[in-house]
């Protein structure tokens, strides 16, 4: 139970991502992409899920929230500090707004040589 | 004489406890030791020396080093001879550096992987032991897989710059350590750029594979399964446990065989693969793959790509 009296499990925070105005609902105990990706919804490109690949790196503009360990390859203590992190391993503590940082590669690049 | 298998892959992982629900509970490795610098070590039930994964708390995923066990002490001095004449710098590595292990050389290969060789290993045995045993054991956990397989490094390729690490790897590999090539993916205008291989010294298709990507790391590391129902059922297994799968059961046209991709919690892939695809012998020729049927050679059903193959790696 929080503070309100209501049940964690019913707590569901919306999650905008300001690049598309896409939002959905994410609760406290879900990943940001987890929530996502669960909700059939597209915008944060979506990978190992784990905090080791990078790829759904993202910003939060507005919004609290807490994070497990993520890789340091590709989130520096600098960029944690500003709100920089893995969206697989955020989980929020309130409404939050972000933008997309992580790119799939295979969506924006040519690939002259069949895998590269 | 020479090499004879994948020894172990020493990998990096976030968060051990959830590492360990992952490749005890998941996977069905069995934990056989811990060391006083909190690195893990686990074998699968069917595997007789002391571990093939070897976990290391890290603040980022991806692989330390791989090693391959040598089938005599003496042809650590012959390998270390032929890597030194090729132009690589081997270092000795006293007995006990790697953990349970004897004397064993050091190394990284073109690619900038470290790889180590060794001929020893403690021996601890089959969960099944050696007198009249059953076919398997009782108590497995998740998906009780059998042994590590192989593993598929990412070796930077980028032909405009004349970088090609699948290449170079893939020479090396064979002329100093008698790798054979099953297969190869041939890319470019010509067809002339080796952009992947798989390399055996069992009598399977692989026990190593490289592919070319922006950058050196780890595709996956693979881990054994008899057959192709128990692929649906480790992805059973995985889908209960929530496990983050990247490609759902699929034939490779490569090395024929039947696998799933999937994230440990850490975002290192693994793969379960079962089928021994075919007889890999030193005199098979190899086979190549063209460009324009690359991805039906990495997933053959769908011939396109499937989940992150490329873009997402440790």
Not at chain 1, 11 to 18: E, G, H, W
Not at chain 2, 115 to 128: I, P, R
């Amino acid at each position: 139970m929080d503070a309100t009296g209501t049940p964690e499990a019913d707590l569901r925070f919306t999650i905008t991502i300001a690049d598309t105005g896409e939002t959905y609902a994410c609760g406290p105990g879900q990943s940001l992409l987890d929530a996502m990706v669960a909700l059939g919804r597209k915008g944060i490109p979506s990978g190992c899920h784990g905090g080791g690949c990078g790829v759904c790196k993202i910003k939060v503009a507005n919004g609290t929230y807490e994070t497990l360990t993520m890789s340091r390859e590709h989130i520096s203590a600098e960029e944690e500090a500003q709100g920089i992190v893995l969206a697989c391993r955020t989980f929020p503590r309130s409404a939050i707004r972000l933008s997309v940082l992580g790119k799939m590669r295979k969506a924006v690049t040519q690939r002259r040589y069949g895998l590269v | 004489m020479g090499v004879m298998r994948i020894g172990h892959i020493n990998l990096r992982v976030l968060d051990m406890a959830a590492a360990l629900d992952h490749y005890q509970g998941v996977l069905g490795l069995i934990k056989t030791h811990e060391d006083d610098a909190g690195n893990v070590y686990l074998k699968g039930w069917d595997e007789w020396d002391k571990y093939s994964v070897m976990l290391t708390p890290s603040d980022r995923a991806g692989m330390n080093h791989i090693a391959y066990k040598v089938e005599a002490d003496a042809d650590l001095d012959v390998l270390k001879g032929r890597i030194q004449d090729y132009g690589v710098a081997v270092d000795d590595v006293p007995a006990g550096t790697l953990t349970a292990c004897g004397r064993a050389i050091r190394f990284n290969m073109p690619s900038g992987h470290e790889m180590f060789l060794y001929a020893e290993k403690e021996f601890v045995g089959k969960s099944v032991g050696t007198t009249n045993p059953e076919p398997w054991p009782d108590g497995l956990k998740g998906i009780g897989a059998h042994w590590l397989d192989h593993a598929l490094l990412m070796c930077e390729l980028n032909p405009e710059a004349g970088i090609n690490k699948v290449a170079e790897t893939t020479d090396f590999l064979m002329k100093t350590m008698d790798f054979h090539l099953a297969e190869q993916v041939m890319v470019g205008p010509d067809g002339d750029i080796q952009a992947a291989t798989w390399l055996f010294r069992t009598s399977t298709p692989h026990d190593i594979a490289l592919v070319g990507g922006p950058k050196m790391g780890l595709h996956h590391c693979a881990f054994f399964l008899d057959e192709w129902n128990d692929v649906l059922k480790a992805a059973d297994v995985m889908a209960k446990n929530k496990v983050k799968m990247d490609v759902t059961p699929q034939r490779h046209g490569i090395t024929r065989g039947y696998t799933i991709y999937f994230f440990d919690p850490s975002g290192n892939r693994n793969e379960t693969f079962a089928g021994l695809g075919y007889l890999a012998q030193p005199d098979m020729p190899p086979i190549t793959w063209t460009e324009d049927n690359l991805w039906r050679g990495i997933f053959y059903h769908t011939g396109e790509e499937a989940g992150a193959f490329t873009s997402v790696y440790t």
